[in-house]
């Protein structure tokens, strides 16, 4: 079958790291995604990982390991408004892209 | 900076009618899909078009739903019959060409079945 799974809440500190992490199990890979959803609106592109390893991108870096099939996003500095699911997503096979049920984090002051 | 447009942003329908939900994707995109969800739960896939036609449908696309590019702009999903349980935020999406791996979404129609 195909699974995706990720710890359903974090809670974490203004102005700390936070590292979401992610398994998965799918037919076919063709990449690895993460996006940011705030309540209500579309999800929102962060990173895309495809080979092995740490791919950054400002605040956030991405990091995976296609022989354990695991992936994590790593948020640093954080600030409030980065309250907000993040979901991790694989494209399988084909054209499918399949997403986990998403990690709410909560920032505090 | 282009972006993907739904309308309308919020539809309310009676169980049994037909509704079109529809998206204008980016300009020079080739690949294009529609994924929903259901308040509270993840975001599932429900079909991707290239070239024209379905490249790929889940298990939730049956016989109710449909989806068209009717003039070379806009994409749409028909649910033919809605039922109660169709009641989600339903999302469009599109991506550039086979060397591209962003879909970029739209805002979302959300659809209440009552």
């Known amino acids: 079958g195909q699974n995706i799974d990720q710890p359903t809440e974090m809670t974490a500190t203004e102005g700390a790291i936070v590292q979401i992490n992610c398994t998965y199990q799918t037919s076919g890979f063709n990449g690895l995604f993460w996006y940011q959803q705030h309540a209500g609106e579309a999800p929102t592109f962060l990173s895309y990982n495809v080979l092995d390893g740490l791919e950054e991108k400002g605040r956030f870096s991405s990091f995976l390991s296609r022989s354990k099939g695991y992936s994590y996003l790593l948020l640093k500095e954080l600030q409030m408004k980065d309250s907000a699911s993040y979901l991790c997503?694989?494209?399988?096979?084909?054209?499918?892209?399949?997403f986990g049920a998403g990690t709410r984090l909560f920032v505090k002051a | 900076e282009p972006e993907v447009t739904q309308t309308p942003s919020h539809q309310v329908t009676q169980m049994g009618q037909e509704v079109i939900l529809r998206c204008v994707p980016i300009s020079n995109h080739l690949y294009f899909y529609w994924y929903r969800q259901i308040l509270g739960q993840k975001v599932e896939f429900l079909v991707s078009?290239?070239?024209?036609?379905?490249?790929?449908k889940s298990e939730i696309f049956d016989d109710q739903f449909s989806v068209e590019r009717p003039d070379g702009s806009n994409f749409t999903l028909k649910i033919r019959s809605t039922k109660l349980e169709d009641s989600a935020m339903y999302f469009c999406a599109s991506r550039g060409d086979s060397t591209s791996y962003e879909q970029y979404f739209g805002p979302g129609t959300r659809l209440t079945v009552t």
């Open positions: 078009f290239y070239n024209n036609e379905i490249s790929e």
């Open positions: 997503a694989v494209r399988g096979g084909g054209f499918k892209t399949i």
